[in-house]
């Protein structure tokens, strides 16, 4: 049986390096890209021999690590990818799928930073789709976002409702996912697209303004800190465990899949009902600090799960009080 070979942009990050598990565990060879912006090579350990960070230099970064199944490789996304001395000289059909992860995850950091968002969210995407085509290579996998989607007041969005992104960040996820369809048009790719709702679990990074607001209410539950809730707390969320992001992910990896899926729990959490759960997980008191609300953050947000449901079979499973315990005691051991 032939042996899949994959590229994950992002793979030292918090969602890639969950993926880059799953894929080595089934004996993928990987090829694990990160400009290490927001990744970090503790998300591998486990891939490496020991428990030494010290000789992470460039002899690891570009070549093969002690496990001979992955390479990695540190690269900013926002240049050619073809232009890497790595995969630069990959031959045609070297690559079974590229997973394409790598990016900036903060609406408003969009705001403050609009030509960085677009250097590494649109043309990142660009770059990854040039190798693609370059190799002929037929699949890539992209993690986008459900703030592609319109404010809406129905309870569900489906992949059809109206689009009309109300930040930069959405925005230029909205035009990666229309360059990944003009790919499948014009040179025959299958590539598939899931919009992400709000993503959480171990190996994000507390206290980061790229973290989301579980990893804050955890961080300030360890240290016994008021919590700041932007506006009234009545705002909903579709929360998802990391784990089964990188699950469904690795489902996209077919070759009869392509097109776009939602991916999330189809389950609508409210932010102060959110806090409560969080106090019941950590035992602590966690006392709120209203304030104004935030600009490019929509009111209510939950996954219709229908077409991933009848055409991958994949689903989240973790409900959201066992995933908060897991980054819980995850983020307590990282602690010690």
Known sequence: MKVKKVLVTGGAGFIGSHLVDILLEEGCHVFILDDFSSGNLRNLKRWRSGDDFSDFGDTYRYGYGKRPKHRLIEWDISKPLVSSPWLGSLEEGELDCIFHLAAR????????????????????TVNVLELARKIKCNKVVFSSSYTIYKELDQNCINENCPKDPI???????????????LYNDHYGMRNVAFRIFVSYGPRQVPGSIFSGVVLRFLDHAMKDE????????EQTRDFIF???IARCLHAGFTDDLEGIFNLGTGRETSINDLLDTVR???????KANYVESRKGEVRRAVADLTRQ?????????????????ETYEWLNKRKS
Not at 310 to 322: D, V
Request: hydrophobic share 30%; with cysteine.
């Open 280 to 286: 019941s997980v950590t035992g602590k008191e966690l």
């Open 105 to 124: 995850r903060d609406v408003i950091t969009s705001f403050k930073d609009p030509y960085d968002d677009a250097m590494r969210n649109y043309i990142g």
């Open 242 to 244: 990391v784990k089964d």
């Open 167 to 181: 930040s930069p960040y959405g925005l230029n996820k909205l035009a990666s996912e229309k360059l990944l369809e």
């Open 226 to 233: 008021k919590v700041k809730i932007y506006g009234d707390g």
């Open 309 to 325: 449901i009848e055409q991958m079979g994949c689903r989240a499973s973790t409900s959201l009080e066992a995933g908060i315990k």
